[in-house]
C-alpha cells in the first residue's frame, strides 16, 4: 500500500529519467535517509539504485530492517539488505531496546550475506557491552578495517577480539565515558592480545579512565614494557591515561615508524630526553597535546612536524611565549587544529604568527558566529 500511494504521488518523469539524472538524484538525497526511503520503494529500479546507499551503513535505527529475515528490499531485489553494509555505527546511551532485541540478529545476516571485509565498525554505548547485545555470537567470516569501541570490557572478550584481524589497519578503545571503567588488569589483558591479531595495524587509539581499584595499575607498564607489545606497521598512536603514568618509552623506542603521536604529557616521562637523544620519534611529522609539549616538538624538530592539533585553554594557545614564537620554529607546519573557543583578537594573534599555514582549524566564539572573519585568513576551516 505505501508503495502504491508513493508511486501516485511522483512526478512521472522519475520513471523515465536517463540513468545520469537517476545518479544525480541519488546522490542529492544521499544524507536523507527518509527521503531516500521513499524513492526506494517507488519501484524495483529505484530499489537497485537507493538501497544499496541507503544501507551502506548500519546504523541504529536500521537494525531492525537488517535483523529481520524478510524485508521489502529482499522481496523486490531477491536477496537479503545486509548484503550492501560497508560500515556499522551503532550508539546507545541506555538499555536501547532495538540495540538488545536486533543488533545480534543484524550482525548475523551481516555475517552471512555480506562475507568479507567492512570498512568500518564502530559500537558506543555507556551500559552495554558487547556480550550484552550479542551473547554468544561471535563473527564467522567478516574482516574489519577499522574497529571503533566505546563500550564497557568485560573479562569475557572473546567475542570482541573476533572483530580484529589481520585486515584491521585502525583500532581505538576509548572506556571515558562508560558507566564502569573496566580494571587495570582486564585493559592490559586486552592489550597484550593485539600484536598477535593485528600483524598490520597502522593506527592505535586508547583512552583509559581512572578505574575503580588503582593497587593493579602497574600491570599497563608491564605491557609496555614487553617487547612483544609490538605493531611493526604502527604510524599513529594517541594514549590518553592519567592516573598510574604509565611510561610509554620502551614502547616508543620499538616503533620508530610513528609519524602522528597525540599525548597529554610529554614531560611526565623521560620522553623528552630521548626526543632530544634522537632515539625515539625520528619520523614524526604530527602532533596533538598541550601548548607547552608542543613548543617544545617545534623547538626540537623545526623542520619535521607538518601538522600540529593544540588542546588547552585558549589562555595557554595565544600565550606568545608558549606558542606563537615556538610556532614560528616549524618551518614546515602545513596544518593547525585548535580544541578551544577563540575570539577575534586571539584568532588575529594565531594567523598573524603563520603566515604559510595551508590548513586553520579552530572554533570560534559564539559572537563571532556571525561576523566576517574572511579577512583574517582565507583558507581557514572554522567550526
Not at 531496546?97 to 543484524?106: D, I, K, N
Not at 616538538?297 to 611565549?321: A, K, Q, R
Request: with cysteine; net charge negative.
Amino acid at each position: 500500500m505505501e508503495a502504491t500511494s508513493t508511486q501516485q504521488s511522483t512526478p512521472s518523469f522519475i520513471w523515465s529519467a536517463p540513468l545520469d539524472v537517476v545518479g544525480e538524484i541519488v546522490a542529492y538525497l544521499a544524507t536523507d535517509k527518509s527521503a531516500l526511503y521513499r524513492l526506494g520503494i517507488c519501484s524495483k529500479q529505484w530499489t537497485q539504485w537507493v538501497f544499496p546507499i541507503l544501507y551502506d551503513t548500519c546504523a541504529t535505527l536500521a537494525l531492525r530492517t537488517l535483523g529481520s529475515q524478510q524485508s521489502f528490499t529482499e522481496k523486490v531485489l531477491g536477496y537479503h539488505p545486509a548484503k550492501f553494509v560497508r560500515h556499522i555505527q551503532v550508539y546507545t546511551e541506555d538499555h536501547d531496546e532495538v540495540v538488545q532485541e536486533h543488533f545480534r540478529l543484524a550482525m548475523i545476516n551481516i555475517d552471512h550475506h555480506v562475507g568479507s571485509s567492512l570498512l568500518s565498525f564502530r559500537y558506543s554505548s555507556n551500559i552495554l557491552s558487547l556480550n550484552d547485545v550479542w551473547d554468544n555470537y561471535m563473527p564467522r567470516s567478516l574482516c574489519m578495517e577499522t574497529v571503533t569501541l566505546n563500550c564497557p570490557l568485560q573479562q569475557d572478550m572473546s567475542n570482541m577480539l573476533t572483530l580484529l584481524s589481520p585486515c584491521t589497519k585502525s583500532l581505538t578503545f576509548n572506556w571515558s565515558s562508560v558507566s564502569n571503567p573496566p580494571s587495570y588488569t582486564t585493559v592490559a589483558t586486552l592489550l597484550s592480545h593485539l600484536p598477535a591479531v593485528l600483524p598490520n595495524l597502522t593506527a592505535l587509539d586508547v583512552c583509559i579512565p581512572p578505574a575503580s581499584i588503582v593497587s593493579d595499575s602497574h600491570v599497563l607498564q608491564t605491557v609496555f614494557d614487553s617487547t612483544d607489545f609490538y605493531f611493526p606497521c604502527l604510524t599513529h598512536l594517541r594514549y590518553e591515561e592519567y592516573l598510574t603514568n604509565t611510561m610509554i618509552t620502551p614502547f616508543l623506542r620499538r616503533h620508530l615508524t610513528l609519524q602522528t603521536l597525540a599525548l597529554s604529557w610529554l614531560h611526565a616521562d623521560n620522553i623528552t630526553d630521548e626526543i632530544i637523544a634522537g632515539t625515539i620519534l625520528q619520523n614524526l611529522t604530527g602532533f596533538e597535546g598541550t601548548a607547552v609539549d608542543a613548543g617544545f616538538l617545534t623547538t626540537i624538530m623545526p623542520s619535521t612536524l607538518t601538522t600540529l592539533s593544540l588542546l588547552g585553554p585558549s589562555s595557554e594557545i595565544v600565550d606568545e611565549n608558549l606558542v606563537c614564537t615556538a610556532i614560528r620554529h616549524a618551518t614546515l607546519l602545513h596544518e593547525l587544529r585548535l580544541h578551544c573557543v577563540l575570539d577575534l583578537a586571539e584568532t588575529q594573534t594565531i594567523s598573524d604568527s603563520i603566515p604559510n599555514l595551508a590548513v586553520f582549524s579552530l572554533r570560534l566564539a559564539e559572537t563571532l558566529c556571525c561576523s566576517n572573519v574572511s579577512g583574517i585568513r582565507s583558507n581557514a576551516v572554522y567550526s
